[in-house]
């Protein structure tokens, strides 16, 4: 038995000194204040929406966009409607966007949907845009978003991404846990990065990519799963520092139920497996060459991945052998395992904890939400065990969720 507790001992140091740089991340985003730079320039703007049967949403999300505090003129929205059964396509011109439809059996999925429309708008207006904001069509934008990636151009900035909040935060603990790890993920890790000067990730919408800079890297090229996340790999393996941009601000529908969140994550961690084969060597390579974004992407793609797998693999054998052998004693076995979990526990608890009390009066819900959330956070967070197991046996796969919140920005005012 002293086997196992030293195999957890190990696990858990592994964990914690893989992941210590990110618990400074807080104390980082607790002293970071940055005032952004005015941009007196005016860019211009193409923002890009991929959309597959949105036409209960993609409405709101166009209108808050033309109901930006920045010139009407410059700003110009483009839809893909990609593989669409109902009538997105419709919607988004009556809301007064450009509409390409994509019909492309094969090629499924929001990175080969987000291609197909930068390279129709190049070919179609190639001298409108200075750069170009990538958002969901169930996205709703704050009015000060586009003024605020301006300023983020004006900077030198060549891709941001941006504060990630939540529409549906008080849908159900679901949307409210899965909404509580982006708020993280923006205030505690892209935040800090920031204020410390290095690279941050894109976190699938609501990004900015320069005009000058989609033409150097050859239009966009990002496949896998998690396409997002291979961007900002690829960014940081070519030096191309991605900046964070506090005051732009989306708001993200959240899968509102349990079965919509599973599959969501199994796709996201197949991804992760799909990077880890593809990137990993050069991601090592270029953090041994003194990388700290390249080291910072490979700790958020690597150890937690597969000290998960690990842990599991390890219980079940030591479960094998305590049931069959005798040589352990299997209530000793989950003794150890119930450890492990109780410190995961704690660890996300007080995570959540942090996130929620510094960003109470940006999540929209009720109180008695926000608090119980912190409670069920590391709960939801403990389902990634078997999701990481599952999405090794299972065939890659892109599928549309359902978006049905009718909020519009006026319940955000």
């Known amino acids: 038995m002293k086997s196992i507790n030293v195999f957890v001992s190990v696990l858990f140091t592994i964990f914690t000194l893989s992941y210590l740089y990110q618990y400074l991340y807080i104390f980082v985003a607790w002293l970071g204040r940055r005032k952004p730079k005015k941009n007196e320039k005016k860019n211009r703007f193409t923002v890009l929406i991929c959309a597959r049967n949105e036409e209960l949403v993609i409405k709101n999300c166009i209108e808050s966009i033309f109901a930006q505090n920045y010139p009407r003129e410059l700003i110009k929205v483009c839809v893909c409607a990609d593989n669409c059964t109902d009538e997105t396509a419709e919607s988004a011109r009556t809301a007064g966007a450009t509409v390409y439809e994509r019909s492309n059996k094969k090629q499924i999925g929001k990175g080969y949907a987000l291609e197909y429309l930068f390279e129709r708008v190049m070919a179609d207006d190639p001298d409108f845009a200075d750069a170009f904001i990538i958002f969901d069509a169930d996205n709703i934008v704050d009015c000060e978003f586009i003024s605020s990636m301006n300023d983020m151009l004006g900077e030198g ?79 940081a393996l070519s030096d191309e520092r991605i900046g964070y941009c506090r005051n732009a601000i989306v708001y993200d529908e959240q899968p509102a139920r349990f079965v919509t969140s599973w599959n969501q994550r199994i796709r996201w961690c197949k991804g992760y497996f799909q990077l880890l084969q593809n990137y990993s060597g050069k991601l090592i390579k270029k953090m041994f060459k003194g990388s700290f974004t390249c080291f910072d992407m490979f700790m958020n793609l690597s150890p937690a991945y597969f000290i998960s797998i690990v842990a599991q693999f390890v219980f079940v054998i030591g479960l094998f052998v305590s049931f069959f052998t005798g040589r352990m004693d299997y209530i000793e076995v989950l003794k150890a395992f119930a450890k492990l979990l109780l410190t995961g526990y704690l660890t996300l608890f007080v995570v959540g904890a942090i996130t929620t009390a510094t960003e109470w009066k940006h999540i929209r819900a009720n109180p008695i939400i926000k608090l119980v959330t912190v409670i069920v956070f590391p709960l939801y967070m403990s389902t990634y065990l078997p999701i990481t197991i599952i999405s090794l046996f299972s065939k890659p796969s892109w599928k549309p969720i359902e978006h049905t919140s009718p909020k519009t920005m006026k319940d955000f005012g």
């Open 157 to 235: 900035y060549n891709v941001s991404t941006c504060y990630r909040n939540t529409k549906n935060y008080d849908d159900s603990l679901v949307a409210a846990c899965s909404g509580l790890w982006f708020l993280r993920e923006s205030k505690y890790l892209n935040h800090a990065r920031m204020t410390l000067g290095s690279g941050c990730a894109v976190s699938g919408t609501g990004f900015m990519i320069s005009k000058p800079y989609l033409e150097k890297i050859g239009g966009w090229h990002y496949h896998i799963l998690i396409e997002d996340i291979q961007f900002s790999v690829e960014c």
